[in-house]
């Protein structure tokens, strides 16, 4: 499943079919998406996975 952030178009989580996801914004909107840069980079599909894990550990340890 593709997650998208709406009005900001921010990919969250890259998946399914995200390439013709990817065609139809750019034919119907004009607007470029990020490259799927794969499983082996990104299992989750998720782009900031390791920033909101950090930001997870941060807010719990108080910093």
Known sequence: MTIMRFPEVEVVRIGTCY???VDAVR????IELP??????IL????LKEF?????????????
């Open 19 to 21: 390439e013709l996801i």
């Open 27 to 30: 034919r119907e909107y004009g």
């Open 35 to 40: 490259a799927d840069r794969g499983r082996h």
């Open 43 to 46: 299992p989750s599909g998720y």
């Open 51 to 63: 920033e909101l894990a950090k930001n997870a550990d941060s807010s719990i340890s108080g910093h």
